[in-house]
């Protein structure tokens, strides 16, 4: 049987038998008809059509090859190839590939207005992580790190947190827990401090839930943005975080399950540090006596990262203090999408 590629409207080459009657119906769009008026005089033969299932890729990616835009060209080459590669060697099942679809399918239904289970998907095989990792090396002047200071972003940042002053209290209400005051300088990447830098903090309740969760907390409770002063710092007071159960309730809870892990994010605080002519520091601090520091579910925790939160008496009532410094790199400050509004 005589073949010919034919190009779709997206400029994607694909296989189908020489018919003149049915040819007509593909005459649509221009490029179309050149496709097809170039390989009438050069029919492919059947060697062209998959003859094993190690024979499609080449032709997948020859499909893709013509994507104008290089980085996608490249990104989707490199992930259709990898895809391949993992069905032929884990020799993926019919039942396995519905499974797998269903489990895409339901990530994207149980995403909404409080939760984004694609990013959680995606934070619990480390995958979050790792991007952040590779994209934010440590800043020159962190001499002796090589541990990235970044961390990946979660799902439950919001924009517009509200802004404070100087040594304002982000617990809101009534929100009860140990009394933590936070304070730090934000660097540049040559040592010096940065006046003028936002530091946008966010966390759970000691109850471990975002105000986001708990029907029984203000609006924005746990969540504020601080300008850093002439000499590059910040000073807020809150409550100790509480390590808190990543959502379980969708796909992502249904995976931990048959994998046997366990949710429990160590206790942390959220920062996203930012300033004109600065990339975006995105990070976390961890408290050093987390219970689960060395097994976080989604993978956040490295070595920089790891504050002591010191207990201290004032006043007769337990502090918690936490002093912790950021480094930011130079280059254009790009801020990510909420996962949430
Ligand atoms: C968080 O720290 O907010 C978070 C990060 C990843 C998954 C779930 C929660
Ligand atoms: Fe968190």
Same mark, same amino acid.
């Given at each position: 049987?005589?073949? $010919? ?18 040819? $007509? ?6 490029? =179309?008809? +050149? +496709?097809?008026?170039?390989? /009438? ?23 893709? %090859? ?7 060209? $490249? ?20 039942? /396995? ?15 909404? /207005? ?15 992580? =790792?991007?952040?990792? =590779? ?86 409770n746990l969540r504020g943005c601080f300008t850093t002063d002439a000499q590059g710092r ?19 809870? /249904? ?18 540090? %930012? ?27 490295? +070595? ?38």
């Amino acid at each position: 049987m005589l073949v $010919q590629a034919l190009a779709d409207a997206s400029g994607a080459l694909w296989l189908a038998p020489i018919d003149a009657s049915q040819r $007509q119906s593909y005459i649509g769009c221009n490029r =179309l008809q +050149a +496709a097809c008026d170039e390989r /009438e005089t050069e029919p492919m033969t059947s060697t062209l059509l998959p003859t094993t299932p190690e024979s499609l890729l080449p032709l997948v990616l020859q499909a893709m %090859s013509r994507t104008p835009d290089a980085r996608l060209r $490249q990104l989707m080459a490199a992930l259709t190839t990898h895809l391949h590669q993992f069905v032929l060697e884990t020799r993926v099942t019919e039942a /396995e590939f519905e499974r797998a679809v269903a489990f895409l399918v339901g990530i994207g239904q149980a995403t909404g /207005e409080t939760k984004n289970e694609v990013i959680l998907a995606s934070d619990l095989l480390g995958v979050s992580t =790792l991007v952040a990792m =590779l994209n934010n090396p440590p800043s020159p002047n962190q001499i002796g790190t090589s541990e990235s200071h970044a961390a990946l972003l979660g799902p439950f940042w919001r924009q517009h947190a509200p802004r404070c002053a100087a040594g304002d209290n982000i617990a809101r209400g009534d929100t009860a827990g140990t009394p933590l005051d936070v304070n730090g300088t934000v660097y540049d990447a040559a040592g010096q401090p940065l006046a003028g830098a936002l530091v946008d903090v966010w966390q759970a309740s000691p109850v471990g839930l975002y105000e986001n969760q708990d029907e029984s907390q203000p609006d924005m409770n746990l969540r504020g943005c601080f300008t850093t002063d002439a000499q590059g710092r910040y000073r807020l007071r809150s409550v100790h975080p509480a390590g808190y159960p990543v959502p379980t309730d969708g796909p992502c809870g /249904e995976l931990l399950q048959a994998q046997l892990r366990h949710p429990y994010r160590p206790a942390h605080l959220h920062f996203m540090v %930012s300033a004109p002519g600065h990339r975006v520091l995105i990070t976390q601090v961890f408290a050093d006596d987390a219970e689960t520091l060395h097994s976080d579910p989604v993978f956040g925790v490295t +070595a920089p990262l790891v504050g002591h939160f010191e207990r201290v008496q004032r006043d007769g009532q337990e502090l918690a203090l936490l002093t912790h410094d950021f480094h930011l790199l130079p280059g254009e400050p790009v801020f990510p999408h909420p996962p949430i509004p």
